[in-house]
């Protein structure tokens, strides 16, 4: 059964950067996207970054230039660095991860912007 965790959330000064991490577990065919998402207090979830098999990165507008997803297929792991937070990016961060015939999520790791 696939699965993913996610770590490296925590609290962080405006302007400062985290590293986020996941780390699926228990897929034993093709990872087609890696991805992150995010949900603020309130608010539904929303996308935030995926990282395709073909390395090709996408991300939100509100996040461009700031962040930078990338993944290890040979460790099944992907990365979110995040630099020049804000507070707006509060949330906790969801992986998802998904291929032929499953999509998983993570429990999420919280992320907190102090102004």
């Known amino acids: 059964q696939a699965q993913v965790v996610e770590s490296g959330g925590g609290l962080v000064q405006s302007g400062g950067s985290l590293r986020l991490s996941c780390a699926a577990s228990?897929?034993?065919?093709?990872?087609?996207?890696m991805g992150w998402f995010r949900q603020a207090p309130g608010k539904p979830r929303e996308f935030v970054a995926t990282v395709a098999n073909n390395g090709r990165a996408n991300y939100a507008d509100s996040v461009k230039g700031r962040f930078t997803a990338s993944r290890d297929d040979v460790k099944k792991m992907v990365f979110l660095q995040m630099n020049s937070l804000k507070p707006e990016d509060t949330a906790v961060y969801y992986c998802n991860v998904w291929g032929p015939g499953y999509e998983t999520w993570g429990p999420g790791t919280r992320v907190t912007v102090s102004s």
């Open positions: 228990g897929i034993t065919t093709s990872i087609v996207s």
